[in-house]
């Protein structure tokens, strides 16, 4: 069974940096594309970040300069070191595996999901 168990987050003063991590599990080789989204109560998933096996990472406008994902392939993991935090960035953070042939940052295109970490950034 393909499992994503996240791990990070957490509280920090606006201008700050938190790391999230994400390992995957159960897979017999390594997903096409693993990425990050962002839910706030009452609102739908918003994609932060996604990376292919071996490509560079795309990013939502809201976070580009402040984000990086990276990602080691072989090791069905990822990294979302995140600068810069303002209360706009605070949300549950999901994250998201797939097969389909480009990545996107749309949730129909991931269909594993992990249970989601907190981020809280204060003013």
């Known amino acids: 069974q393909v499992r994503l168990a996240e791990s990070g987050g957490g509280s920090v003063q606006a201008g700050g940096s938190l790391s999230l991590s994400c390992a995957a599990s159960?897979?017999?080789?390594?997903?096409?594309?693993m990425a990050w989204f962002r839910q706030i109560p009452g609102k739908g998933r918003e994609g932060v970040a996604t990376?292919?096996?071996?490509?560079?990472?795309t990013y939502a406008e809201s976070v580009k300069g402040r984000f990086t994902l990276s990602r080691e392939t072989d090791k069905n993991r990822m990294s979302l070191q995140m600068n810069s935090l303002t209360p706009e960035d605070t949300a549950m953070y999901f994250c998201?595996?797939?097969?389909?042939?480009?990545?996107?940052?749309?949730?129909?295109?991931?269909?594993?999901w992990g249970q989601g970490t907190q981020v809280t950034v204060s003013s």
């Open positions: 990376i292919p096996r071996y490509t560079s990472p």
């Open positions: 159960g897979y017999s080789g390594n997903p096409a594309c």
């Open positions: 998201a595996s797939g097969d389909r042939a480009i990545c996107t940052l749309h949730t129909d295109n991931y269909n594993t």
